[in-house]
């Protein structure tokens, strides 16, 4: 069966290579993914599945019908946004549409996903079960699974796998993780409320901006004497906003930032443990506070057992040298921990690094590329990941 897939995927390869780099040229942003959406749908209808639009807003589902009598359904999503960011890359593909490029991959992604619907379209016969295919919008603002779940995209799913590129992992391979493969992202909100007062008598008033500079070290210092040092935590204020005057005391100032963890124990107790923080160095210095602690995403953890087949199908389909289990999960985020809530499954990072190249650039760089070769692996993995989950 491994051989008739590679016989196809190389068949389809051209195709294929036409639609990363239309999807490429024509990037949309999150819950703006109308004409990716459309050319998705398109490409599936054209290769037999069941068809349904507007899912999750932008969201598109292909169902595919396996053959034998399980009640099962196996997913594969894929997203589709892309990032306000200005492509440098130079390529005779490059994005079109000003200001705006697939700088984290999702291109691939998308690529990945609808080649291996046109594999296993070709292939039901062999399938005991179900495929629901996702592609997701709005992943880039951590919004769109929530939209696709309550939109029924998780309805009646056993298993789901998803799939990330990662430029430092060389094209043709693939690393996999078994458990915590990225952070919860949660949001925090501080404001520090003081008194203003003259800039040359700062003792008759309360100034928000030392204490919000005292609440800033204290929780950076906090991190490392309270919190376990083998169970991370990430706390970063990203913007401060306070001040009317050179010469006033600030009343106000509001910190704003994000907060990284991998185990769901430690994210549980971090609200708690932060208030407690602010609360103590406002009351040292008089001021008052609040605090509003948002839980974005949680923490993607993938299963034992499907990670085992991917490995296993990965093995089996490039050699085991092409397949690296990771050591360490990322601090990054990823909205398909929301459909982990749902239904057991894992993610596994495709390799699209250069080779021959001193430099491969980050994702989210306005100069990020992808060795194109990496789609015929993302592609082999999926179909015959899929494969093997009914055996």
Same mark, same amino acid.
């Given at each position: 069966?491994?051989?008739?897939?590679?016989?196809?995927?190389?068949?389809?390869?051209?195709?294929?290579?036409e639609i990363r780099r239309h999807i490429h040229s024509h990037p949309e942003l999150s819950g703006q993914e109308y004409q990716t959406a459309a050319f998705v749908a398109g490409v599936l209808s054209s290769t037999g599945l069941h068809v349904e639009e507007g899912v999750g807003k932008t969201g598109v589902i292909g169902e595919l019908e396996g053959n034998g009598n399980s009640k099962r359904t196996l997913a594969i999503r894929t997203d589709m946004d892309a990032l306000p960011i200005q492509e440098r890359t130079g390529l005779d593909f490059a994005s079109r549409n000003e200001g705006i490029m697939h700088a984290c991959g999702h291109d691939v992604h998308t690529t990945v996903g609808l080649g291996t619907a046109m594999i296993l379209a070709e292939m039901t016969q062999h399938l005991s079960g179900n495929i629901r295919f996702l592609f997701q919008p709005a992943e880039e603002i951590a919004q769109g699974a929530n939209w696709m779940v309550q939109d029924g995209a998780m309805n009646d799913v056993s298993a789901i796998l998803g799939v990330h590129v990662f430029p430092s992992i060389a094209g043709g391979s693939i690393g996999l993780r078994y458990g915590a493969l990225t952070?919860? $992202?949660? +949001?925090?909100?501080?404001?520090?409320?003081? +008194?203003?007062? =003259?800039?040359?008598?700062? =003792?008759?008033?309360?100034? $928000?901006?030392?204490?919000?500079?005292? #609440?800033?070290?204290?929780?950076?210092?906090?991190?490392?004497?309270?919190?376990?040092?083998?169970?991370? #935590? #990430?706390?970063?204020?990203?913007?401060?906003?306070?001040?009317?005057a050179p010469n006033i005391i600030a009343d106000q100032v509001t910190l704003v930032g994000t907060v990284r963890s991998l185990h769901p124990e430690t994210r549980q107790q971090l609200p708690k443990w932060i208030e +407690?923080? #602010?609360?103590?160095?406002?009351?040292a210095y008089g001021a008052k506070y609040q605090v509003d602690y948002r839980q974005g995403v949680p923490s993607v953890q993938n299963d034992y057992d499907i990670t085992q087949i991917l490995q296993s199908a990965g093995e089996e389909a490039w050699g085991s040298d092409r397949i690296q289990v990771l050591p360490e999960p990322s601090l990054g985020a990823e909205d398909f921990s929301v459909y982990l809530q749902h239904a057991p499954g894992s993610m596994f990072r495709l390799g699209v690094g250069f080779?021959?190249?001193?430099?491969?650039?980050?994702?989210? =760089?306005?100069?990020? +590329?992808?060795?194109?070769s990496a789609i015929i692996t993302g592609v082999v993995t999926l179909a015959y990941t899929a494969y093997k989950y009914w055996e």
């Amino acid at each position: 069966m491994l051989s008739r897939i590679k016989d196809i995927a190389t068949k389809i390869s051209p195709r294929l290579l036409e639609i990363r780099r239309h999807i490429h040229s024509h990037p949309e942003l999150s819950g703006q993914e109308y004409q990716t959406a459309a050319f998705v749908a398109g490409v599936l209808s054209s290769t037999g599945l069941h068809v349904e639009e507007g899912v999750g807003k932008t969201g598109v589902i292909g169902e595919l019908e396996g053959n034998g009598n399980s009640k099962r359904t196996l997913a594969i999503r894929t997203d589709m946004d892309a990032l306000p960011i200005q492509e440098r890359t130079g390529l005779d593909f490059a994005s079109r549409n000003e200001g705006i490029m697939h700088a984290c991959g999702h291109d691939v992604h998308t690529t990945v996903g609808l080649g291996t619907a046109m594999i296993l379209a070709e292939m039901t016969q062999h399938l005991s079960g179900n495929i629901r295919f996702l592609f997701q919008p709005a992943e880039e603002i951590a919004q769109g699974a929530n939209w696709m779940v309550q939109d029924g995209a998780m309805n009646d799913v056993s298993a789901i796998l998803g799939v990330h590129v990662f430029p430092s992992i060389a094209g043709g391979s693939i690393g996999l993780r078994y458990g915590a493969l990225t952070a919860a $992202a949660d +949001e925090l909100e501080i404001v520090i409320l003081g +008194e203003s007062g =003259h800039g040359a008598r700062p =003792h008759e008033a309360i100034d $928000a901006i030392w204490i919000a500079s005292q #609440v800033i070290t204290t929780l950076q210092q906090a991190i490392s004497r309270t919190q376990n040092p083998l169970r991370p #935590v #990430v706390l970063s204020i990203g913007q401060i906003n306070g001040g009317k005057a050179p010469n006033i005391i600030a009343d106000q100032v509001t910190l704003v930032g994000t907060v990284r963890s991998l185990h769901p124990e430690t994210r549980q107790q971090l609200p708690k443990w932060i208030e +407690e923080i #602010v609360g103590n160095v406002c009351q040292a210095y008089g001021a008052k506070y609040q605090v509003d602690y948002r839980q974005g995403v949680p923490s993607v953890q993938n299963d034992y057992d499907i990670t085992q087949i991917l490995q296993s199908a990965g093995e089996e389909a490039w050699g085991s040298d092409r397949i690296q289990v990771l050591p360490e999960p990322s601090l990054g985020a990823e909205d398909f921990s929301v459909y982990l809530q749902h239904a057991p499954g894992s993610m596994f990072r495709l390799g699209v690094g250069f080779k021959d190249r001193e430099i491969n650039h980050p994702l989210h =760089h306005p100069q990020f +590329e992808v060795d194109e070769s990496a789609i015929i692996t993302g592609v082999v993995t999926l179909a015959y990941t899929a494969y093997k989950y009914w055996e």
